[in-house]
């Protein structure tokens, strides 16, 4: 297969600091990468970086083998979508409105969609399950709904790598998983790849083909999610004590947090 | 739902409500120039033209060198605060921003008064510094917004508040200064006054007003992105920085004409585009030339009411708006957190 997005050696620094430094990373077509990683470990940065809108100092970033520096803005936008954390459009646009801005940098100078471009966001809509929301109002939505939207806007971007920045922090568990559903099932179809961060480990490594643990910006590990997580790294890059065993229903690795309580509640009993 | 059910907006779209907007304008010049003291009404003009009847020099002269340049000027004030709510809304994402409740109009009238004050010619020098007032304010504004942009309502509110006292403090400061028959004109003006108006200020406002709005207009697309986040905006390839200088600029320059021209008119820039959201919906290509027209419908009617309800005597405009404005201000500050809901 493809790699879509290739990075070596790339380092960043805002001013004196490096704040990320020497990130080797592939990204394959059709694939999903978690990145996790405690705050501050550089996470965002990374995310930024890959989009191109932050400008690396060392190291080179290729989008699908030519040097992302290349491109324009405009060339980048239609190769790649973000997805923010949260998204606050305080105006009364409509879902089917926002996902339409997705055609942005497909337009040329007349500054209308056209007919196409509308079927391209209705399809958009309909893979993302968000067709009935279409009329009502952004910010009448849940927070699970509005990501799906973004979501459909990332696709009517027609974007083959879709970067999503803790999509899920601000969502409850089933929306969380259905968030995780929906870009699982539309790497699989749309051969879509994925860079997806998020603090829910668990539920990370059920959908991942690999994950990137940073710690104080550069990589700790990354690999398939079962070497990556582990007590050991868990904890040494967390620096808070877990316990790693497996999903027994996925085999994937699971996530216990150690309660400093435990003691002095086997105590009290 | 299938097809093309869904509302979006389209170029058709905007040219109906342009022309819908546009016959109601037109309706309301008629309107207002037959309102007033002398009346005279319109089908005496008529008469004229059509040559049945000889004309009342009188008559002309009140309609055609008084009534109309000032409903003319009205509604090319109008358009330019509802223009200017409608951008700044967008760039600060936050529907209370408004060039009086942000402090602009006082900037700029602040330069007016020193241009005015140091003797500047009314056609050049005084809006030139009018400008410059509009622009420092704006820059304030921007400073305090920050790196992201964005603006909280209370933030909003709090520097709103702190720029109008102080250059308040500043318009007070050369006021005192001035004495007699000027002080009561000034003040006039101060509260946003028409009875001034010229044909050669809308010889200058007019073309420089429809050029700004309409290089501004070109990027009503790319507002409706930084809407929804400057980051998102960025990543879609908007150039963010460019379009914030080309608006302030752009802004600073209409504003500052338009204070110089009329004083501090305010809240037309809340209410009409918040009126114009509600019915038309948040797309920048609809509702920029929409709210523009909107606010020249709307502060005609302001002004004939102004110069008509107390008659002989008149009333600043400015105290129409705020009647009407401080009220709706409040209305909307309560609604703030529960949802703005589209029509």
Known sequence: MDSELILKGVSFRYDSQWCLEGIDLELKEGEIVGMIGPNGSGKSTLLKIMDGLLKVQKGEILLLNRPLSEYTRGDIARRIAMVPQESNFRFPFSAFEVVLMGRFPHLGPFPFEGKEDQEIAQHSMELTGTLDLAPRSIHELSGGEKQRVLIARALTQKAQIILLDEPTSFLDIRHKVEIFELISTLSRTQGLSVVIVSHDISLAAQYCQRMLLLNKGSIYKVGEPAEVITADTISAVYQCPVFVDENPISKTPRVTVVSKRKESKEQML | ?343
Not at chain 2, 19 to 26: A, T, W
């Open chain 2, 1 to 343: 739902m299938r097809g093309s059910e869904y509302y979006r907006v389209t170029p058709v779209r905007v040219m109906t409500t342009g022309l819908v907007l546009s016959g109601i304008l037109l309706g309301m010049i008629l309107f207002s120039l037959c309102l007033g003291p002398a009346g005279i009404s319109l089908k005496d003009a008529l008469t004229w033209v059509t040559g049945s009847r000889s004309v009342d020099q009188t008559a002309w002269m009140i309609l055609f060198k008084i009534r109309l340049p000032r409903i003319l000027l009205a509604g090319l004030v109008g358009f330019t605060l509802a223009f200017g709510g409608v951008v700044f809304q967008a760039l600060l994402r936050n529907p209370l921003a408004e060039p009086f409740i942000l402090g602009i109009s006082s900037g700029a009238a602040v330069g007016t008064i020193i241009g005015i004050v140091l003797g500047l010619g009314f056609n050049l020098g005084v809006p030139l510094l009018s400008f410059m007032g509009a622009m420092f304010t704006i820059l304030l504004v921007m400073g305090i917004a920050g790196r992201h942009g964005g603006l909280e309502s209370s933030t909003l509110l709090l520097t709103g508040v702190i720029i109008n006292a102080f250059f308040t403090a500043v318009i007070m400061f050369f006021l005192s200064t001035t004495g007699g028959s000027r002080l009561h004109s000034m003040l006039f003006w101060l509260y946003g006054d028409l009875s001034q108006s010229r044909y050669v200020q809308l010889s200058i406002g007019l073309p420089v007003i429809l050029a700004v709005s309409g290089i501004i207009y070109f990027f009503s697309r790319h507002l409706n992105l930084i809407v929804g986040g400057e980051e998102s905006a960025l990543q879609m390839g908007v150039e963010v920085e460019l379009l914030k200088w080309i608006s302030f600029l752009g802004i600073s320059l209409m504003t500052g004409l338009v204070v110089s021209f009329s004083g501090i008119i305010g809240f037309v820039g809340l209410i009409v585009p918040h009126l114009m959201r509600m019915v038309l919906g948040a797309d920048h290509r609809l509702l920029m030339p929409a709210a523009a027209l909107g606010g020249a419908v709307f502060l005609i009617a302001a002004d004939t009411f102004a110069r008509t309800i107390l008659s002989p005597s008149e009333l600043p405009v400015g105290v129409i708006t705020a009647f009407l404005g401080a009220p709706f201000f409040i209305y909307l500050l309560r609604q703030r957190g529960s949802q703005w809901t589209q029509s």
